[in-house]
């Protein structure tokens, strides 16, 4: 089985550019998370998807920040326009479960390490 | 504020040293509890998790874990270590029907040959 699929693995770009990144859920996971993680801290929550629905974005930035999940599948995060202190890793993961009975495990792709120089 | 708090930020072992990682974490109420590992240059994947019933936990390679609900503690533990458990660890806390996955902020532990 495949896990979650995520692009570009590396992006470096210059600040004030925009960039996007792109996730593959496991097949079948309903639920979708975009979390980032900087340099030694752990993941932190950025959005949540129930299928196409964002059921929790209160982390998202949202002034520069997106993300949509169209047909409730694969994701898109995007970031317009990148700051300095956008560097981190952005990670993407799927479980299975409905939207307020997650005590699943999740499934991390492997994820897209931004540089904004 | 709420959080999930990892004691050591760099562990150095040497092989066969036996392993201890403390986490704690701050929420009231029903937790369940999560160690989850990233191995250098892999995804983060799942050792061991805790929902209820027997507090001490066995994950995969050996680890285990025991919830401690006085102490608000699940500390990972395996007895002897390898170069392969080279890797950072992360402990992670979920309140059930809220869905947020929270995680601590991670220990690197480097295992010697």
């Known amino acids: 089985e495949a896990g979650v699929v995520q692009s570009p693995r590396y992006k470096i770009i210059e600040k004030k550019q925009p960039v996007a990144f792109w996730c593959n859920p496991i097949?079948?996971?309903?639920?979708l998370y975009w979390y980032l993680q900087n340099l030694g801290q752990g993941p932190e929550l950025l959005i949540r998807y129930e299928n196409e629905e964002a059921v929790d974005d209160s982390q998202l930035p949202k002034d520069r920040f997106s993300a949509e999940r169209l047909k409730g599948v694969d994701s898109t995060l995007k970031i317009q326009p990148a700051e300095l202190g956008d560097s981190a890793v952005y990670l993407c993961?799927?479980?299975?479960?409905?939207?307020?009975?997650?005590?699943?495990?999740?499934?991390f792709g492997e994820g897209s390490r931004l540089t904004v120089l | 504020a709420q959080s999930v708090s990892q004691h050591n930020h760099h562990v150095i072992l040497s092989e066969a040293a036996s392993l201890e990682l403390g986490c704690n974490y701050s929420y009231g109420g029903t937790v369940n509890l999560f160690w989850y590992v990233q191995y250098p240059g892999q995804h983060l994947q799942l050792l061991l998790k805790?929902?209820?019933?027997?507090?001490l936990v066995k994950g995969i390679k050996g680890f285990e874990a025991e919830f401690i609900k006085s102490k608000f503690s699940f500390n990972l533990r395996k007895p002897s270590v390898q170069w392969s458990d080279t890797a950072e660890y992360f402990c992670a806390v979920n309140r059930g029907r809220l869905g947020k996955l929270i995680f601590g902020q991670g220990t690197e532990l480097s295992v010697k040959p």
């Open positions: 993961a799927s479980s299975l479960g409905d939207s307020y009975a997650n005590t699943g495990e999740l499934f």
């Open positions: 097949s079948g996971h309903n639920t």
């Open positions: 805790y929902f209820s019933g027997d507090p």
